[in-house]
Nanobody, 119 residues
Framework: QVPLVESGGGLVQAGGSLRLSCAASGRTFSTYPMGWFRQAAGKEREFVAAISGSTYYSDSVKGRFTISRDNGKNTLYLQMNSLKPEDTAIYYC???????????????WGQGTQVTVSS
């Protein structure tokens, strides 16, 4: 298991920004692709972004969200700008091979952090 702990969620007005963090402990993950997913109430979980040698984004967040990582700190980030009410969801970080992440699944998951965007 790779313990993953997300932080940085909260309540923000539409048009605002938040930065999510995901700290991994127990082992280094610098060689593994990582990603962010989200699940809104009553909806299925959806892929948001992934990072390996390159970055990948869903169409709904492209141009507004930026995924990055600091391997020295074993931390994954998601900078979210120009937030919209439809971005409201629980956000999860995850670890898997890139194909699995972009395909909408993962091998390891964090516990999630709530992001709420008010209109």
């Amino acid at each position: 298991q790779v313990p993953l702990v997300e932080s940085g969620g909260g309540l923000v007005q539409a048009g605002g920004s938040l930065r999510l963090s995901c700290a991994a402990s127990g082992r280094t993950f610098s060689t593994y692709p990582m990603g962010w997913f989200r699940q809104a109430a009553g909806k299925e979980r959806e892929f948001v972004a992934a990072i390996s040698g390159s970055t990948y984004y869903s169409d709904s967040v492209k141009g507004r969200f930026t995924i990055s990582r600091d391997n020295g700190k074993n931390t994954l980030y998601l900078q979210m700008n120009s937030l919209k009410p439809e971005d409201t969801a629980i956000y999860y970080c995850a670890v898997a091979d890139l194909r699995t992440l972009v395909g909408g699944d993962a091998n390891y998951w964090g516990q999630g952090t709530q992001v709420t965007v008010s209109s």
